[in-house]
């Protein structure tokens, strides 16, 4: 199994990005994706899931209305698109199998993706 991130950039404080999470190595669709992100100083938190066998989703507060996470079943990839940025989305951000930070093995994570907002 797979995850590869990608997307991150600079951008300015109200502006978007989307960030895509390649996934490969499944034989089965039974499963969840979930972005998370690490600003320096602090936690690792959830942001996002989606489960990929009937695309319920979860966000965290700070990100509803402003984040949309989808699956693009054609390309195997799932993508966070992120609107209204601001300065406090900062961080980098990974993708991972499952929603909950504490079950995630800590070998299990990748090199993520460095999302920066400017005010």
């Known amino acids: 199994v797979q995850l590869v991130e990608s997307g991150g950039d600079l951008v300015q404080a109200g502006g978007s990005l989307r960030l895509s999470c390649a996934v490969s190595?499944?034989?089965?669709?039974?499963?969840?994706i979930g972005w998370f992100r690490q600003a320096p100083g602090k936690e690792r938190e959830g942001v996002s899931c989606?489960?990929?066998?009937?695309?319920?989703?979860w966000y965290a507060d700070f990100v509803k209305g402003r984040f949309t996470i989808s699956d693009d079943n054609s390309k195997n990839t799932i993508l966070l698109q992120m609107n209204t940025l601001k300065p406090e989305d900062t961080a980098t951000y990974y993708c991972?199998?499952?929603?909950?930070?504490?079950?995630?093995?800590?070998?299990?994570w990748g090199q993520g993706t460095q999302v920066t907002v400017s005010s």
């Open positions: 991972a199998v499952g929603c909950r930070v504490s079950m995630i093995p800590v070998d299990a």
């Open positions: 190595g499944f034989t089965t669709d039974d499963y969840s």
């Open positions: 989606i489960r990929r066998t009937d695309g319920n989703t």
